[in-house]
Structure formats: C-alpha cells, structure tokens
C-alpha cells in the first residue's frame, strides 16, 4: 500500500468491503480496494466496468498492488485464463487472483511502505536519484549520480525521470 501522506485527519475507510472471493480469509478495506484498482488501473485499457489489463501485465500489476507472485505462478494462472478462451482480466478477476495469492502468501505492503518513506526523503510521492544518491552515500555504496540516474531510468515505467510508490514496488518485487 502506497505511503500515506501526513495530513492530520484520522484515519477513515477501514470498514471491511465485500471482496468477489468466496474463500478470502483477508477481508479488504475499502481503502486498500482503492490503492489495488489505482494498480491496475494504471496499465487498464478502457475505463470504469470496462477497464482490462492484458495477461502479460497481470505479474506487474500483482507486484505494483503489493503481492510477490513467482514466475510459476504467473504461468500457471495465464494458462488457467487461456485456456477458458480470455486474453484480459477485468478488475473483478484481478481482485480476486489477487486476494487468492494474498491468502496463499501474504503482502510486502508495510515493508515497502516503510522503505519508500525512508527513501523519498522529502515526502514527494517520488524517488529521485538525488535521493538514491544520499541514501547510499550514508548507508551503503556511494553511488555517482550516473549510476543514480541508471537506477532511476530502470525502474522508471512511465518515463517521467523519477519513481513514483507504483514503480518502486514494481522494481523491488520483479523477479531478478
């Protein structure tokens, strides 16, 4: 789940929601449906009932929405929608593919969180390679800011030169 921005509001949404999942033991806030829609969301074709992300995608998309899924499991579960004659997965399926991993081996959200919070040391929302560039220098590796930028650009989906919490979690869950 993304960092939450300090705001001094209390917390709110934590009612649990219906979850299309008929064996989900994690019940989901309404906030966390929020964050995982905004995940798939971001590479979803169309808009609303009719959003829809491609199966080669469903592996980034697990990842950005904090699940950890092996390369196995991903072919295993591509096969599984192919052979019911689907290329896409509307946010219904992902939801629940998503709560079934989550019930089979839990989230990173909390690490993650925390470790984007330590990096994006001035509370943005993004990592710049400034950032990798002072973080390492103090606790690691010093880095030039070459290989910062190199860093950045790897993880940076959208091109925008810096990582947003989406990228982040990408990069830091994709298989290596």
Avoid at 29 to 58: M, P, Y
Avoid at 77 to 101: A, R, S
Avoid at 136 to 142: A, C, I, R
């Amino acid at each position: 789940m993304p960092p939450k921005k300090k705001s001094g509001k209390g917390k709110k949404g934590k009612a649990k929601a219906n979850v299309p999942h008929a064996a989900s033991n994690i019940p989901l806030t309404q906030d966390e449906i929020a964050v995982i829609r905004k995940s798939f969301n971001s590479l979803a074709k169309g808009k609303g009932a009719a959003a829809h992300i491609k199966l080669d995608q469903l592996g980034f998309v697990m990842r950005a929405a904090g699940g950890v899924p092996s390369e196995e499991e991903l072919k295993n579960k591509t096969d599984e929608i192919m052979t019911q004659g689907k290329t896409t997965i509307f946010f219904p399926e992902f939801l629940e593919i998503l709560v079934d991993h989550r019930n089979k081996h839990g989230f990173l959200d909390q690490e993650l969180s925390t470790a984007f919070e330590i990096i994006d040391a001035d509370c943005s929302g993004y990592i710049e390679a400034k950032e990798l560039v002072k973080l390492l220098t103090e606790v690691g590796d010093p880095l030039t800011d070459k290989e910062a930028d190199e860093l950045v650009k790897e993880a940076d989906f959208n091109h925008d030169g810096k990582i947003d919490y989406l990228e982040f979690v990408s990069m830091t869950c994709r298989p290596r």
